[in-house]
């Protein structure tokens, strides 16, 4: 069977693991969870998810998936120190970007090879936002379409949950797997 065979046939060992802690997740980060020639996670700053507290391939509202993970928020967070002084608030684009995460993480887990990058989405609205005075965020993912092939998409609904209260709805986000960078 030639190599480029070989890194296409899924690879469902972690398919039963159905929540994360964060030290999972940095292993994600260095390549260590899913293997090389698999999706990682950002590391440290940059890791906007805190655990995966479910995750299935069968879940949410077109029954293609599910995925629910938490973001412990405190005042010491290193983006709000300098967004914006004297006002602080976690940027939204960070919000999107933990969506973004939890996609790819979601097409990796369920056992696809290739690189993520985020491809976009449609409506975003900001209907709140994370304060230094909130202690909690929830992400909620829906998946809604998963595309095989040289290019693995999926897309999928999202909101993101303060304390509670939904602060942010994201439809149609997108990522691609990749298995070539020189793809993209």
Known sequence: MSESKVTRELDRSLID?????RDELLDCGYGRLFGPGR??????????IDRIIHIDE?????????????LDINPDLWFFKCHFIGDP?????????AL???????????????I?????????SFKG??????????YEIDILKVRGGQTV????????????????????????????????
């Open 17 to 21: 693991k159905q929540t994360f802690n």
């Open 39 to 48: 999706a990682h996670l950002p590391i440290n700053e940059m890791l906007m």
């Open 58 to 70: 069968t879940g949410g509202k077109k029954g293609k998936g599910k995925i629910i993970a938490e």
């Open 89 to 97: 608030v976690m940027p939204g684009c960070l919000g999107l970007d």
């Open 100 to 114: 973004w995460q939890l996609l790819g993480f979601h097409l990796a887990w369920k056992g696809n090879w290739g």
């Open 116 to 124: 993520g990058r985020a491809l976009g989405c449609g409506k975003v």
């Open 129 to 138: 936002q994370v304060l230094p005075t909130a202690t909690r965020l929830t």
């Open 153 to 184: 998409l999926g897309i999928a609904d999202a909101i993101v949950i303060a304390d509670g209260r939904t602060i942010y709805t994201a439809d149609s986000i997108k990522v691609g797997l990749f298995t070539s960078i020189d793809d993209f």
